[in-house]
């Protein structure tokens, strides 16, 4: 709603104010006109994940993949389409990354671990970044693509996918994290947060780019 312009955010106060000319179109005061009725929510989540990772094991067949998800019907989904196209080189288990340490998750060696659009869903993002670090081999390298968005409200006000972005952190990402009894991630507020956490989580060369898609 802030960053969809129709609430006022007072970075200073950290307080938030619904202008009277937004208010008689937003509440239930305003009856027949409460636009609010006519908002609907699209469910954006698909398997994307799980596509890369049977992409890059049926492009690199001597190649060894593995795919985890929290949701164990993500995973069945995967398991299933990995059967399917025949792909006998990746495997799809649940896990929550954030038990990940580097000791016991593989059997081989690590060269190439990918994080697309998940690590500011995690409510433990440092202690998942450096299970990452620990579970690399030396030169090993870590691909994260995350939302191009800051944790303060008051930087995100002129992103052109603010509101959307919102909107699925509050459905999605929030209540991902909230079960959790570790500090739960901002929303929005991913490009922050992994540099920060990297710098002290064993990422020697951590190289923050930007792409159109992300920001």
Not at 14 to 29: D, G, I, K, Q
Request: glycine share 6%; with cysteine; proline share 7%.
């Amino acid at each position: 709603m802030t960053v969809g312009g129709f609430v006022d955010y007072d970075a200073a106060t950290t307080s938030y104010r619904l202008p009277p000319e937004h208010a008689v179109s937003l509440t239930r005061a305003s009856g027949p006109n409460n636009l609010a009725n006519m908002f609907r929510f699209e469910s954006l989540m698909g398997g994307v994940e799980d596509d890369i990772v049977e992409c890059m094991a049926r492009r690199f067949p001597n190649s060894r993949f593995t795919g985890w998800d929290l949701s164990a019907e993500a995973i069945a989904v995967a398991q299933k389409e990995a059967a399917e196209f025949g792909v006998q080189n990746a495997i799809f288990e649940v896990k929550d990354v954030a038990t990940i340490d580097g000791s016991t998750q593989f059997d081989f060696i690590t060269d190439f671990i990918t994080v697309f659009d998940a690590i500011h869903d995690q409510a433990q993002p440092a202690r998942v970044l450096e299970g990452i670090a620990a579970s690399l081999r030396p030169g090993g390298v870590f691909l994260c693509v995350d939302i191009a968005g800051s944790s303060n409200v008051e930087e995100n006000l002129e992103h052109p996918m603010a509101p959307m972005l919102y909107s699925v952190s509050t459905f999605h990402c929030m209540t991902v994290s909230l079960p959790s009894t570790a500090p739960v991630s901002a929303p929005c507020g991913a490009s922050r947060r992994p540099t920060r956490c990297s710098a002290t989580q064993g990422s020697p060369r951590w190289r923050p780019r930007t792409s159109p898609r992300t920001s």
